[in-house]
């Protein structure tokens, strides 16, 4: 089997006169975060050996935290192609990730709310910031998934 681990960035703040790529974390976005990344590693008996991260700064700085809890800062992979909002474009990034029996991608909503649904066939009412779903895949090429069990499903409170 193979396992794939979506997270959609933390809390970003719109206070800032800055373009939508460049929104930092809030303090509260890098609490939740740091806590789902324990959270995240407590539930996996794994650490992923794929590490790609949109390389908008609220994603990137996401990833870094989840990385650090991790200790595997050295495997974060920057994905320019990671920086959508589309579940099917999504789905290509994992369909071209490189062998392996797992991965974490860090991303935006619409894309990881909808990618989750769309390779679980389950509703998922919502997808918070920080939230992370664990998907349990076919042992296939990576080319080749289209499906999968929903393992776990962390939510913001």
Not at 96 to 104: D, F, V
Not at 105 to 133: P, V
Request: charged fraction near 25%.
């Amino acid at each position: 089997m193979k396992h794939l681990i979506i997270v959609r960035h933390a809390k970003s703040s719109r206070e800032l006169d800055v373009e939508d790529f460049d929104r930092p974390l809030t303090e509260s976005g890098v609490e939740r975060a740091t806590k789902h990344a324990a959270e995240i590693k407590k539930y996996l008996d794994f650490s992923p050996e794929v590490w790609w991260s949109s390389h908008a700064n609220r994603a990137l700085h996401t990833a870094v935290i989840f990385a650090r809890e991790f200790d595997t800062l050295e495997k974060l992979v920057v994905k320019e192609n990671q920086y959508t909002f589309s579940p099917g474009q999504l789905l290509d990034v994992v369909q071209s990730l490189p062998e392996s029996k797992s991965a974490i991608l860090f991303g935006h909503n619409d894309a990881c709310f909808g990618l989750a649904q769309m390779l679980t066939g389950q509703r998922i009412s919502e997808f918070k910031t920080a939230s992370a779903a664990v998907i349990e895949l076919p042992d296939v090429a990576w080319k080749d998934i289209n499906h999968g069990n929903l393992q776990h499903l962390l939510q913001a409170e």
